[in-house]
């Protein structure tokens, strides 16, 4: 199952939670359950200022407004999404506390200071062939943005007791262990995300890593019950968002 075509099939122009709006007509990126599970997972609850690295249209940003009183910063390489996501928070009840640089994070990312969370949906692939021409494909492509960069874009910017939460394929485990080994951080919480209660195998891990060398939270997370339905703990974290929960 890929977790971003199931949730919004018709690729609406503008898609509606329950406090804000999302509009995704121009960015690569549309909403997508990714996205959703990253914004509903990380803990916010104690940061005061936030980086959005690859923020798209803005959902993991807007996300976090409405979950923390912090200041969010959200970076983003495609000039297109970038607008978008500018007047997603400029329509928002946080608009004040969002703001959107259009460039590439390793061209500002020693510019913008130190940040207790920094969080990102990066892209997945890197392996594989980048069509021409395609900003989707730039945005999901690891070409631009790998995960040994945003580990170490974090080593570099993060407080003392500062976290990163991004999410990943669960192919990318080992690669995503050996780099955060590498730049000497620790895995404080980390949930393997199941499509349903049949499968054995996670189609995603939700990471949160650490400067501080503290035991590491394990769990798991099913989308669905083995009837196909929503589970209670999918509904419970993401039931702030979704207007039919």
Not at 186 to 193: H, L
Request: glycine share 4%; with cysteine.
């Amino acid at each position: 199952m890929s977790l971003n075509n199931k949730m919004n099939k018709s690729r609406e122009s503008v898609f509606k939670f329950k406090h804000f709006h999302v509009k995704n007509e121009n960015s690569a990126m549309k909403v997508g359950t990714d996205g959703v599970l990253l914004g509903a997972w990380a803990d916010f609850s104690s940061s005061q200022n936030i980086l959005d690295i690859g923020t798209g249209t803005g959902l993991i940003a807007l996300m976090a407004a409405q979950r923390s009183n912090a200041t969010i910063t959200g970076v983003e390489i495609d000039p297109n999404a970038a607008n978008e996501a500018k007047e997603n928070a400029d329509a928002s009840p946080w608009q004040n506390r969002i703001s959107i640089i259009n460039n590439d994070i390793t061209h500002v990312v020693n510019d913008l200071g130190i940040f207790d969370h920094i969080v990102s949906n990066p892209p997945f692939f890197e392996n594989g062939i980048l069509a021409p021409d395609s900003s989707r494909a730039t945005a999901r492509h690891c070409n631009s943005l790998n995960f040994a960069s945003l580990i170490s874009i974090a080593n570099s910017r993060l407080s003392r007791d500062g976290k990163l939460s991004f999410i990943s394929p669960y192919e990318n485990k080992e690669n995503i262990i050996y780099n955060t080994t590498l730049y000497n951080l620790n895995i404080s919480r980390y949930t393997e995300v199941f499509s349903n209660q049949k499968k054995t195998i996670p189609v995603r891990i939700l990471w949160e890593l650490t400067l501080l060398h503290i035991p590491t939270d394990k769990s798991k997370l099913y989308i669905r019950d083995i009837n196909n339905q929503y589970t209670s703990e999918y509904i419970n974290l993401t039931k702030e968002f979704y207007l039919n929960f």
